[in-house]
């Protein structure tokens, strides 16, 4: 069973599931993708990052979210909000991630901006946050398309992140 989060213009956001794994496998796998991770994952870790993000539905109520066109049904990444300990601070990131057929076609920040707007208005979080690699300038650029600015760095996934951050407008 598929749940439906959110939809933008052009994005359908919903909860990821086990059918999804030929595609995470493949998009978690691309060296281009994964390039500021730790890693590419294997379709072993691809399925239990799958896991991850349904006991984070089922714990947080919210977690990294597949994205597909709306016109088509395909799946373009995952972009979604995560919960995150930053510094000794609990926080809410939001996250994005597509595969490489689908760069520069704004879907990152279409789909980033709808989590963002969800986390202010529906979960009434008081701020959202991005973590960053200094060296992903695509990346950054969604932040600051997010209204986000860089706050500090913090340690994430064994390496320096830049922490962006953009407070609730209404909280």
Same mark, same amino acid.
């Given at each position: 069973?598929?749940?439906?989060?959110?939809? =933008?213009?052009? %994005?359908? &956001?919903?909860? %990821?599931?086990?059918?999804?794994?030929? /595609?995470?496998?493949?998009?978690?796998?691309?060296?281009?993708?994964?390039?500021?991770?730790?890693?590419?994952?294997?379709?072993?870790?691809?399925?239990?990052?799958?896991?991850?993000?349904?006991? #984070?539905?089922?714990?947080?109520?919210?977690?990294?979210? %597949?994205?597909?066109?709306?016109?088509?049904?395909?799946?373009?990444?995952?972009?979604?909000?995560?919960?995150? =300990?930053? $510094?000794?601070?609990?926080?809410?990131?939001?996250?994005?991630?597509?595969?490489?057929? /689908?760069? #520069?076609?704004?879907?990152? =920040?279409?789909? !980033?901006? !709808?989590?963002?707007?969800?986390?202010?208005? =529906? &979960?009434?979080? @008081? +701020?959202?946050?991005? &973590?960053?690699? @200094?060296? $992903?300038? !695509?990346?950054?650029?969604?932040?600051? $398309?997010?209204?986000?600015?860089?706050?500090? +760095? !913090? @340690?994430?996934?064994?390496?320096?992140? %830049?922490? /962006?951050?953009?407070? $609730? @407008?209404?909280?």
């Amino acid at each position: 069973m598929m749940t439906l989060v959110l939809e =933008t213009q052009r %994005l359908q &956001l919903r909860e %990821l599931t086990p059918d999804d794994l030929d /595609f995470m496998a493949e998009m978690l796998a691309d060296a281009e993708v994964m390039r500021y991770y730790p890693k590419r994952l294997t379709r072993e870790l691809s399925a239990e990052w799958i896991a991850r993000q349904m006991e #984070r539905y089922k714990t947080d109520g919210y977690g990294l979210w %597949l994205a597909t066109e709306k016109a088509t049904g395909v799946k373009v990444g995952q972009i979604g909000l995560v919960k995150q =300990t930053v $510094n000794g601070v609990e926080e809410c990131e939001v996250g994005y991630l597509l595969h490489r057929p /689908f760069w #520069r076609h704004g879907y990152a =920040t279409e789909g !980033a901006l !709808a989590c963002r707007d969800y986390a202010f208005k =529906t &979960l009434h979080k @008081p +701020r959202v946050i991005s &973590l960053v690699q @200094p060296e $992903n300038e !695509a990346s950054q650029g969604v932040a600051k $398309n997010l209204g986000m600015e860089i706050v500090g +760095r !913090a @340690p994430h996934g064994g390496s320096e992140h %830049l922490v /962006f951050a953009v407070s $609730n @407008p209404e909280p």
